[in-house]
């Protein structure tokens, strides 16, 4: 499309990478801000989560019951790599997406990559609120509802922090408002929304608005 230019890694010989992905923690608003901002670049969205729910034809839970986490990892592997080669789109991955090594190869490699955070009160705030939380976010672990929280956040940090480009703060902020920071960090410094250049050199405080780029 004219005026419009591929993303491209920066300086290894570039992927084309006209995708945008959102990660981060259980509730951190990866399905409600990738509408907003899929809406906003006029591109496709698929939130994962509800992909597999539509393949097993139950809701996770029941699955998982079924099938146990180890094959629900398989099946969010191999829809992340169809994903990543199919039509332009942003996708909102599940909260575990990251526990994958291959999928985090795969998130930094052939997806902009952003990253919602949460402090761990808001995001126990959100899952008791969310009336989809007993169906679509059975327990992890034998940690009990908080400590799990808690646990995970802390084990999966630095998986999140490897997976992406950017990451954006969510505590007190309204999805409408992280959307347009999620924007911004796609825009990169060049302004031009289609035209995100992963950040290297890393340029923290992007914009002053509370995205920080690596
Ligand atoms: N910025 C926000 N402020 C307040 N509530 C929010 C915000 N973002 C999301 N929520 C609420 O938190 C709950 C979880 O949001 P959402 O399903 O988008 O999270 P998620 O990151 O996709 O979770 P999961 O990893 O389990 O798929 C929903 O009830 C949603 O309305
Ligand atoms: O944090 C996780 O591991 C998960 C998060 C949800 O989005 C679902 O993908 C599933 O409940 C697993
Ligand atoms: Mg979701």
């Known amino acids: 499309m004219a005026g419009i230019e591929t993303l491209r890694d920066s300086g290894k010989g570039g992927h084309p990478r006209p995708r945008v992905a959102l990660i981060g923690f259980r509730a ?3 399905s409600t801000v990738g509408r907003l ?9 698929v939130d994962m989560d509800e992909e597999l729910v539509r393949r097993f034809g139950m809701d996770i839970r029941r699955w998982v019951d079924r099938h146990g986490w180890p094959a629900f990892r398989v099946e969010e592997a191999a829809l992340l790599r169809s994903l990543s080669c199919a ?7 599940g909260g575990g ?3 994958d090594p291959g999928n985090r190869w795969v998130l930094r ?6 990253w919602l955070k949460a402090s761990p009160p808001v995001v126990l705030m959100r899952l008791h609120q969310d009336p989809r939380t007993a169906s679509l976010r059975p327990a ?4 009990g509802f908080e400590g799990e929280v808690r646990l995970l956040l802390r084990e999966r940090e630095p998986w999140y922090r490897e997976s992406s480009h950017a990451a954006v703060g969510t505590d007190g902020e ?9 924007l911004q960090a796609v825009a990169g410094p060049t302004g031009n929304p289609l035209c995100g250049i992963p950040g290297r050199p890393r340029l923290p405080d992007f914009f002053d608005s509370g995205v920080q780029r690596w």
């Open 28 to 30: 951190t608003g990866k």
């Open 109 to 114: 490699r052939r997806f902009f990559t952003v």
């Open 37 to 45: 901002v899929a809406a906003s670049l006029g591109r496709v969205f």
């Open 87 to 93: 039509v332009p789109s942003v996708i909102a991955t």
């Open 174 to 182: 309204a999805p409408e408002r992280i959307a347009g920071k999620v």
């Open 140 to 143: 992890l672990t034998d940690h």
């Open 97 to 99: 997406v990251v526990v």
